[in-house]
């Protein structure tokens, strides 16, 4: 399957961006969906993830009441919603689908990122 994430870009701390994944090439509605960051030196980290039916998420603790996670399976497309950015938030952001986890090795495939900028 083919993953393209967009919606990236710079934006000041305390404001929202919704990243887009996009996705083509098998049955988006089939398998879970995640996202994962990884800013410069350090490794990649999970963010969130729901399942194949949006009816079940989880989040990281740093991201939680903040950030929401969300598909629409008609436009094989998932989003996250990212609000009340932080300077710590910055990265790049990959969307990863075939599983419901926290752990990155559960995933099949990943799209290349999309970089995320917050100015404090």
């Known amino acids: 399957v083919q993953l393209v994430e967009s919606g990236g870009g710079l934006v000041q701390a305390g404001g929202s961006l919704r990243l887009s994944c996009a996705a083509s090439?098998?049955?988006?509605?089939?398998?879970?969906m995640g996202w994962f960051r990884q800013a410069p030196g350090k490794e990649r980290e999970f963010v969130a993830t729901?399942?194949?039916?949006?009816?079940?998420?989880y989040y990281a603790d740093s991201v939680k009441g903040r950030f929401t996670i969300s598909r629409d399976n008609a436009k094989n497309t998932a989003y996250l919603q990212m609000n009340s950015l932080k300077p710590e938030d910055a990265a790049v952001y990959y969307c990863a689908d075939g599983g419901y986890s926290d752990r990155a090795f559960e995933y099949d495939d990943w799209g290349q990122g999309t970089q995320v900028t917050v100015s404090s």
């Open positions: 729901i399942s194949w039916s949006g009816g079940n998420t």
């Open positions: 090439g098998r049955t988006f509605s089939s398998y879970g």
